[in-house]
């Protein structure tokens, strides 16, 4: 991996066992899209330096992922804002809660045919842990994020978010980016 940003982010992240569906993609390189059953629902993951290591569905595989911002996000104090700021936008509409998570990288939403997956995923969940982090000369905030019972590693460039601490609610899109465990 020649990204130093990312294999330092990569390194933080925590392991997650998960098990395969298998090879969606491989977009050589040493990095392909591979999709996993995250329990509550399938995500795709962009995984680098995948070479050896047994993706085939049903395998169970270590993987350490991370999600990284893909465009604007919003950050709320807590859940009672996030709510507040839902209905409001719903206008009397459907409320996500505020730990959900859409794998909008594994399907189309319009059933489009030339959809190709990808690794995104439209989150919404609690930060539990906050810390600053020096990552290839950058500042960066390392948020440690709770959906339910997943808890996920996300980085965030300096200056992304506006404030940032435990209690917050994030919702964003995010890129799922991870490396074998085994690496």
């Known amino acids: 991996m020649e990204d130093k940003f990312l294999e330092g982010a990569l390194l933080r992240a925590r392991s997650h066992s998960l098990i395969s569906e298998g090879l969606k993609k491989d977009y050589g390189d040493g990095c392909a899209l591979i999709g996993f059953d995250l329990g509550i629902c399938p995500i795709n993951i962009e995984v680098y330096d995948f070479e050896g290591v047994d993706f085939s569905e049903g395998q169970k595989a270590d993987i350490r992922f991370a999600l990284f911002p893909h465009g604007d996000g919003d950050i709320y104090k807590d859940e009672a804002e996030y709510y507040a700021e839902a209905k409001r936008k719903a206008n009397g509409g459907m409320v996500w ?21 990808n690794s995104s995923i439209i989150l919404r969940a609690v930060v539990t842990d906050t810390e600053s982090v020096m990552l ?35 919702s964003a899109t995010f890129l799922a980016i991870g490396v074998s465990a085994k690496k």
């Open 97 to 117: 809660s505020a730990e959900s998570i859409i794998p909008s990288g594994t399907f189309s939403p319009t059933a489009d045919e030339n959809f190709e997956e």
């Open 136 to 170: 290839d000369g950058e500042r960066t905030l390392h948020l440690t994020l709770k959906m339910e019972d997943c808890t996920f590693d996300s980085f965030f460039e300096d200056g992304m978010l506006p404030f940032a601490e435990k209690g917050n609610v994030i």
